[in-house]
C-alpha cells in the first residue's frame, strides 16, 4: 500500500473517512490513523437517527485521538450542514469529476470495479489530502444570505410557474382577463380578480361601482386606464359557452389563483429579509453598486 505525502500524514488525524451519500443508503469507508492498512466497510440507512447515532460513534471511538477527516461528493446539502456542527471533524468535499478522474486512473474504461466510491473517496483522502481544500463554511450571516436567496428563488420560480399555467388556461375560456392585466398573471391583483370573478359572466354581472372599487384597492386609479377596463369588460363577448370547458378550467383558475395570493406574501418577506440582512452584512458595498446589482442580485452576488 502505498504511503501518503507527508503533509497528509500530520499528526493530530484520528482517522479518514470516505462518505458514497446516495437516495436510501449511504455507503462508509474508515480508514484509523493507528492502523490505515485496515479498511472498515459500513452501511447505513438515510435516517437521521442513523447519521446520528453513526457521528456519536465516531465521536466515542476518536474526539480524544484527533482530528476525524471526512471526505465526500458535495459542497452543501443536508449531509454536510450536519456534519459542520462537530469540531472534531474535518471536511474535504469533492467534485464528482475529482472522483471520476481518480477511478479512470485504476480502471481505464471509466467503469466501476466492485471497490465501492466510498473506499476509493476514503483512499483518495488518506494518500492525497494535501493535494485537496478543507471546508470552511462561511460566516452565519453570508449562509443565512445564501438560503434566502435559494429560497426566494425556488419561490420566484413557483410564481413563474404559476402565472403561465393561469395564461394558459385563461387562453381557453376568459381571454379578456389578459387584456385586463395587460398579460401580467403574477400580481396580487390577477389572484384577487381571478379568485373573485373566475368567469366572463361572473364579471359580466358585476357592477360597475364594485369594479372600480376593487381596481382601487389594489392601487389601480389611473382613470383613463380604469375606464378602458370597464370597458372592455363591459363589450366582451364569451369565447365559448360550452360549460364542460369553462366549469373545469375555472376551478383549476380558482386553484392556481390561491396558489398564487398564498406565495406573494412570502416573496416580499424573503425579500424584505435579503435586503436587511444585505444591509447589515460587512462586504454588502463590493456588490451594491456593481452594474445591474439590484436589489435581488447584489445580495446574490
Not at 8 to 19: F, H, K, L, N, T
Not at 75 to 99: C, K, T, V, W
Not at 180 to 187: A, E, H, V, W
Not at 280 to 296: E, N, Q, T
Request: a neutral charge.
Amino acid at each position: 500500500m502505498q504511503e501518503p505525502s507527508s503533509a497528509a500524514s500530520a499528526e493530530g488525524m484520528a482517522a479518514y473517512v470516505g462518505i458514497d451519500w446516495a437516495d436510501q443508503k449511504h455507503d462508509i469507508t474508515l480508514r484509523s490513523a493507528a492502523e490505515p492498512l485496515k479498511v472498515e466497510h459500513r452501511r447505513i440507512g438515510h435516517e437521521l437517527n442513523a447519521l446520528m447515532e453513526w457521528v456519536g460513534e465516531l465521536h466515542q471511538r476518536f474526539a480524544d485521538k484527533g482530528k476525524v477527516l471526512i471526505c465526500l461528493e458535495q459542497s452543501r446539502g443536508a449531509l454536510i450542514y450536519h456534519l459542520m456542527g462537530y469540531d472534531f471533524l474535518e471536511l474535504y468535499p469533492i467534485n464528482p469529476s475529482q472522483l471520476a478522474s481518480y477511478r479512470e486512473t485504476f480502471s481505464p474504461a471509466g467503469a466501476k470495479d466492485d471497490r465501492p466510491d466510498s473506499e476509493l473517496i476514503c483512499e483518495l483522502l488518506y494518500l492525497h489530502r494535501d493535494r485537496l481544500k478543507a471546508w470552511k463554511p462561511d460566516d452565519e450571516l453570508t449562509r443565512k444570505l445564501t438560503f434566502l436567496n435559494e429560497g426566494r428563488r425556488k419561490a420566484v420560480d413557483q410564481r413563474t410557474e404559476l402565472a403561465n399555467e393561469l395564461k394558459s388556461q385563461l387562453k381557453v375560456y376568459f381571454p379578456l382577463v389578459l387584456q385586463i392585466l395587460d398579460k401580467d398573471t403574477s400580481t396580487m391583483l390577477a389572484a384577487d380578480l381571478l379568485l373573485k370573478w373566475p368567469t366572463l359572466e361572473a364579471l359580466q354581472k358585476e357592477h360597475a361601482h364594485k369594479l372600480r372599487k376593487f381596481f382601487y384597492a389594489h392601487n389601480c386609479r389611473n382613470e383613463s386606464k380604469l375606464l378602458e377596463r370597464l370597458e372592455l369588460i363591459k363589450a366582451a363577448q364569451p369565447l365559448t359557452r360550452d360549460l364542460a370547458v369553462i366549469e373545469p378550467a375555472a376551478l383549476r383558475v380558482r386553484l392556481l389563483a390561491q396558489q398564487l395570493k398564498s406565495l406573494l406574501p412570502y416573496i416580499a418577506l424573503y425579500e424584505k429579509q435579503i435586503a436587511e440582512l444585505f444591509d447589515a452584512h460587512p462586504d454588502s458595498f463590493l456588490f451594491r453598486d456593481l452594474p445591474g446589482a439590484g436589489p435581488a442580485l447584489g445580495p446574490g452576488c
